[in-house]
């Protein structure tokens, strides 16, 4: 059956968000190839879907994959009118008055619609259901605090179905390149290994910070725990593995003693073969850590030296396998003047059109950023 011949209205009573079939999951991702397959051929992006939903983050129904269908038809023979990915993130909150709590927000991901069904209304409806489910998907009542997106058609679609851009959208640019003397005392390249002891320092740290300090506004972070990073990291080894038949050992780089250092968390991102010369190819910064925040001047000019020594080795694994850029989201007036200072050429470019951080709130007030403080807006929290 043709199914174009009998559309259904988007406000139909018979439409409903539900979970698909096996046969319905690999038809899901057939459709989302040409948006989001990058340097993969199908076989293998449909190979790395069904991987992605066993790793850290969506293992444990920490994803959820949802589309509009038509509930009067039988299993495998419904249409996929409009679909998307939800995953369950560990959050922290503090209110103005300074009471830390944690709770769970619900990241859309991959909203995509049948081109054949476009402009009917059903991703309207796919996030007018979603904006009923999610406030309770897979928690307590109060528990689940917001839903986060990061919108790649610009910031108004969304923002007229209740996700509200946010105006920290804002990164750091700069070129791979080799750099002949990473062998410098100082740099350590981080292991898998590595990981977790750093994740638990870095969530230990933002514990104190969110609870010692005041604000005028709600605070709201998505913990950059470290399963977050493991999902960044299976997504790129598998790519990886099929591009180069290898994967990248290092997944980041420390610099400094405990209390004083500084590092940062990669993944390698290509969106098309490298073979092709591409433009957009990226090493991106999932996560970057300043331990000590408040550093005195002197202190500050050795923050700057190791902050060259850390960006340089980005851009040397860059480089080393075959990326174009390396770019850091969501740099602070900190971060951004040690940047600066290092000396390093860079661009910092504003996204208008793709990657823009939306909120959609299920307390109280409005959860615009006049309201809510969204810290740590960096590539980690993107799936």
């Known amino acids: 059956?043709?199914?174009?011949?009998?559309?259904?209205?988007?406000?139909?009573?018979?439409?409903?968000?539900?979970?698909?079939?096996?046969?319905?999951?690999?038809?899901?991702?057939?459709?989302?190839?040409?948006?989001?397959?990058?340097?993969?051929?199908?076989?293998?992006?449909?190979?790395?879907?069904?991987?992605?939903?066993?790793?850290?983050?969506?293992?444990?129904?920490?994803?959820?994959?949802?589309?509009?269908?038509?509930?009067?038809?039988?299993?495998?023979?419904?249409?996929?009118?409009?679909?998307?990915?939800?995953?369950?993130?560990?959050?922290?909150?503090?209110?103005?008055?300074?009471?830390?709590?944690?709770?769970?927000?619900?990241?859309?991901?991959?909203?995509?619609?049948?081109p054949k069904y476009r402009r009917r209304g059903y991703a309207t409806r796919l996030l007018a259901e979603l904006a009923k489910i999610l406030p309770s998907?897979?928690?307590?009542?109060?528990?689940?605090?917001?839903?986060?997106?990061?919108?790649?058609?610009?910031?108004?679609?969304?923002?007229?179905?209740?996700?509200?851009?946010?105006?920290?959208?804002?990164?750091?640019?700069?070129?791979?390149?080799?750099?002949?003397?990473?062998?410098?005392?100082?740099?350590?390249?981080?292991?898998?290994?590595?990981?977790?002891?750093?994740?638990?320092?870095?969530?230990?740290?933002?514990?104190r910070a969110m609870t010692v300090s005041s604000s005028s506004q709600m605070r709201m972070m998505i913990v950059p725990d470290l399963d977050h990073m493991l999902w960044h990291h299976r997504k790129e080894e598998f790519a990886c593995d099929k591009l180069f038949g290898k994967q990248p050992r290092f997944k980041g780089a420390v610099t400094g003693e405990p209390n004083d250092r500084i590092w940062i968390v990669w993944t390698h991102r290509y969106y098309e073969h490298p073979h092709n010369n591409p433009r957009d190819n990226t090493l991106y910064i999932l996560r970057i850590v300043i331990e000590n925040q408040g550093a005195d001047l002197e202190q500050r000019e050795h923050q700057v030296e190791q902050m060259r020594a850390?960006?340089?080795?980005?851009?040397?694994?860059?480089?080393?396998?075959?990326?174009?850029?390396?770019?850091?989201?969501?740099?602070?007036?900190?971060?951004?003047d040690m940047v600066e200072r290092t000396g390093i050429p860079h661009r910092r470019v504003e996204r208008e059109d793709e990657s823009i951080a939306s909120l959609m709130w299920f307390g109280e007030g409005s959860g615009k950023d006049d309201m809510v403080e969204w810290l740590g807006n960096e590539k980690y929290g993107w799936c």
């Open 310 to 336: 850390i960006l340089r080795a980005a851009q040397d694994e860059a480089a080393e396998w075959d990326l174009r850029f390396v770019k850091l989201w969501d740099p602070g007036y900190l971060l951004q």
């Open 1 to 114: 059956m043709d199914y174009t011949l009998a559309l259904p209205k988007a406000q139909s009573p018979n439409l409903y968000l539900t979970h698909p079939t096996s046969r319905e999951f690999e038809a899901i991702y057939s459709l989302g190839f040409l948006e989001w397959g990058d340097a993969l051929t199908l076989p293998q992006y449909l190979e790395e879907s069904a991987f992605l939903t066993t790793v850290p983050l969506a293992r444990d129904e920490g994803m959820s994959i949802w589309f509009l269908t038509d509930k009067t038809l039988p299993l495998d023979q419904r249409p996929i009118l409009c679909s998307c990915e939800t995953f369950r993130n560990r959050t922290f909150t503090t209110d103005r008055e300074g009471h830390f709590s944690e709770v769970i927000t619900h990241s859309v991901a991959s909203v995509f619609c049948n």
């Open 137 to 207: 998907w897979q928690a307590e009542p109060g528990q689940c605090i917001g839903s986060i997106l990061f919108s790649d058609i610009g910031p108004k679609f969304y923002a007229k179905r209740g996700w509200h851009p946010f105006p920290l959208n804002n990164q750091i640019e700069l070129d791979a390149m080799h750099v002949p003397d990473l062998s410098l005392p100082g740099i350590n390249f981080i292991v898998e290994e590595n990981l977790d002891q750093l994740c638990k320092d870095d969530e230990a740290m933002i514990r």
